[in-house]
């Protein structure tokens, strides 16, 4: 039920473009659904994708999810698309750190040494600090390119996909014995 709930909230996150942008600020509020109405968690949802879905579609097309999800105007995307292919370059680093120490990590098995622990956990948190220093220092720069309301979505935006990365290789990794 609590995966269905998050894949649930991770499929409108990604999938969907944020319909609250698209509304006026001066439209009344929502009124409140019935009681009778089927709450998110509980309406049957046949377009729903799981996590594992979710993340093969990031991976075959975040460009697009962006592209789908952040509209962006001739000058702005001229600024903004070098921009973001320079930041998955720089990404690159600090993701294959990443990957590098759970690979280590899933080939120790039941056996890994508290040396061996201490070690594949220092990596991960380096390759985290490299990553949150990457996503710090992207932002000024899309700044400079973006109004910041847009910047700002985009970097939801990249959030909320990694969330999702995230997501599927913690449910895929036994906890340390």
């Known amino acids: 039920m609590k995966n ?5 909230f ?3 996150a990604v999938a969907v473009p944020f319909a609250a942008a698209a509304q006026d600020k001066k439209a009344p509020p929502a009124t409140p659904a019935p009681a009778a ?3 998110p968690a509980t ?16 991976q075959s097309d975040k460009k697009g999810i962006i592209q789908r999800n952040l509209t962006l105007t001739e000058k702005e995307a001229k600024g903004f698309w070098p921009l973001y292919e320079q930041f998955e370059k ?12 759970v690979i280590d990590y899933v080939n120790a098995g039941p056996n890994v040494t508290d040396a061996n622990a201490k070690r594949i956990v220092e990596q991960v948190l380096k390759a985290q600090d490299d990553e949150s220093r990457l996503r710090r220092s992207q932002f000024p720069k899309l700044l400079k390119v973006l109004p910041a309301t847009k910047a700002a979505r985009y970097m939801q935006l990249e959030n909320k996909m990694r969330s999702v990365m ?10 340390v014995p």
Do not use: K, V
């Not at 269905?4 to 649930?8: K, Q």
């Not at 680093?93 to 990443?98: H, I, L, N, S, W």
């Not at 290789?169 to 906890?175: H, K, R, V």
């Open 166 to 175: 995230l997501y599927e290789t913690a449910s895929a990794i036994p906890l």
């Open 4 to 8: 269905s709930i998050t894949a649930a």
């Open 43 to 58: 309406a049957p949802n046949p377009t729903m994708l799981s996590s594992a879905e979710l993340r093969a579609r990031i």
């Open 90 to 101: 720089e990404l690159a680093g600090p993701q294959a750190q990443y990957n590098r120490a």
């Open 37 to 39: 109405a089927p709450t």
């Open 10 to 12: 991770i499929a409108l």
